[in-house]
């Protein structure tokens, strides 16, 4: 069974950067196709996609967001961690962690965590 | 970047209607579509993928439909479950953009 879970700050403050941490098990990185996507949603708005990681390393992000993102995994942890540096009021969202499918040629997330709400505010 | 738009943004339906959510990318987008539920606090739920596929344990009454530009979500007969947001996605590009969603709501 797969599971994802997100962890960290509920609050931060505007100029700082933001590290969320996804936590998974049921599966691992060393299977190939394997990836991890963040997607965010801001309150009562739509879902807006962030970035991925692939079981061999390569990565791929948001070109509007490309600049302020880093997406990393740690394999022996079964974490994958997404910093968003100069944080701004407009990133208030619940950002959320996916699981790729690996029977497809592209991508689909099949698999999503609880979701972690996080706040920009002074 | 490929914009995706969501026709009706909400609709009000009853249960056992048939129901008809569309998305439209601004480019073509061949079969790479996605389609999302998802209900009100919860985490999206993957429905069907690459435009027709229905995910594993997701009810025959969701199909999906389309290629190049225009895809259709279809519900057969609106269950009470059924009741929530609905979300295309486009994994064609490397923006990989959702729709901006179309809320079922009761009549």
């Known amino acids: 069974q797969i599971t994802l879970k997100e962890s960290g700050p509920t609050l931060v403050k505007p100029t700082q950067t933001l590290t969320l941490t996804c936590t998974f098990s049921?599966?691992?990185?060393?299977?190939?196709?394997?990836?991890v996507a963040w997607i965010r949603q801001p309150p009562g708005k739509a879902l807006e996609w962030l970035a991925v990681?692939?079981?061999?390393?390569?990565?791929r992000y948001s070109p509007s967001l490309n600049s302020r993102l880093t997406i990393t995994k740690d394999t022996s942890k079964n974490q994958v961690v997404l910093t968003m540096t100069n944080m701004d009021p407009v990133d208030t969202a619940t950002y959320y962690c996916?699981?790729?499918?690996?029977?497809?040629?592209?991508?689909?997330?099949?698999?999503w965590g609880q979701g972690t709400m996080v706040s920009v505010s002074s | 970047d490929i914009q995706m738009t969501q026709s009706p943004s909400s609709l009000s339906a009853s249960v056992g209607d048939r129901v008809t959510i569309t998305c439209r990318a601004s480019?073509?987008?061949?079969?790479?579509l996605n389609w999302y539920q998802q209900k009100s606090g919860q985490a999206p739920k993957l429905l069907i993928y690459?435009?027709?596929n229905l995910q594993t344990g997701v009810p025959s009454r969701f199909s999906g439909s389309g290629s190049g530009t225009d895809f259709t979500l279809t519900i057969t007969s609106l269950q009470p479950e059924d009741f929530a947001t609905y979300y295309c996605?486009?994994?064609?590009?490397?923006?990989?953009?959702f729709g901006q969603g179309t809320k079922v709501e009761i009549k």
């Open positions: 996916a699981h790729r499918m690996t029977t497809t040629p592209h991508d689909v997330f099949d698999i």
């Open positions: 049921g599966f691992s990185f060393d299977t190939s196709g394997v990836g």
């Open positions: 990681i692939y079981w061999d390393d390569d990565k």
């Open positions: 480019q073509s987008i061949n079969y790479y």
């Open positions: 690459t435009t027709s």
């Open positions: 996605q486009q994994t064609y590009s490397l923006t990989r953009t």
